[in-house]
């Protein structure tokens, strides 16, 4: 049996977005909306595993409408494809506990992430941090998903998925009841690195907020941060081999090209040899030009809070007519009476 193509993903609420997001995420959500069905979830269950999100309600829920704002403003048509958060649809959570049981401790504990997150002291981690995994493939499963965008660090929390739909339709005697979900990796053509430091990836939580565009950054913002951008002192190389060794350079060309939708090579042929205040001012052009429509959008967007509650719900409910359903299969198939 083969499963209608469906695309689902997700990102957590913590924190604001950045440039990197947009380029490394969300930029091949919205053409993935031109070949597939998709779904796209803002996983607030996830943000409570650790303390990012956890105990903070208020900023939790902004940082949902955050996450919200920033799909829709990026393109994403919540007409077309539902936009909800996690905890609205209870199925998660549901099909996520019969997942628990279906996975295996040793699969968890090969898990890199957890070892990363849960750093020296695993005991103080939440039990929720540990089986994070599980529910993520819940997420992906309960719509029989069957494509999942997502970044290279979430490969192997994937590959889980597909183990523990193989388990679950061999232990239940349900053959291809669940599709075993394939990754579309993204963002690995645009790597986004950290504007002060050309090794380490843009990130959320970097203390700098000069290594980042934010989405929520306004055009005077975008373009100082730009002109701020560590470089080195080298011109613009004429060819990539000129690009060893030199993590900035190469990370504001990515840029440069992701933005404008052009090759590395044709955008070191533009500026070869040229000095970077000259690359820069253009890059900042370019950024605003790009970015600041979203940017503008977004703020447009969380300036009626009830509106993106709105489109969450309805969302949601969209969501849960077809995870309900798949629900109610899994259960006469693991033998509870309903
Ligand atoms: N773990 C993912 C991340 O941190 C977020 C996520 C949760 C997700 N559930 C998902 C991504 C389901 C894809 C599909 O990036």
Known sequence: MTHKPLVLSGMQPTNTLHLGNYLGALKNWVRMQ????????????????ADAGYGKPAELAQSTREVAA??????????????FNQGQVPEHAELSWIFNCVARLG???????????????????SVGLYTYPVLMAADILIYKA??????????????????????????????????????????????VMSLRDGAKKMSKSDESDNSRINLTDDAAAIADKIRRAKTDPHPLPAGKDELAGRPEAENLINIYAALSDKSQDAVIGEFAGQQFSGFKSALA?????????????????????????????????RAREVATPVMEEVKKKVGFIA
């Open 34 to 49: 031109e070949e597939m069905p998709c779904f796209f979830c803002v996983v607030d269950m996830h943000a409570i595993t």
């Open 70 to 83: 920033a799909y829709i403003a990026a393109g994403v048509d919540p007409k077309r494809t539902p936009i």
């Open 285 to 317: 052009d370019l950024t605003v030009a790009k970015i600041e429509p979203i940017t503008r959008e977004m703020r447009r967007l969380l300036a009626d809070p009830a509106e993106i509650d709105r489109i969450l719900k309805d969302g949601a409910r």
């Open 107 to 125: 699969w968890l504990d090969r898990m890199t992430q957890f070892k990363e997150k849960s750093g020296k002291h695993k005991e103080r981690s």
């Open 146 to 191: 069957t494509h999942v965008p997502v970044g290279e660090d979430q490969k192997q929390h994937l590959e889980l998925s597909r183990d523990i739909a193989q388990k679950f339709n061999n232990d239940f005697n349900a053959p291809d009841f669940f599709p075993l979900p394939e990754p579309v990796i993204t963002g690995t053509a645009t790597r």
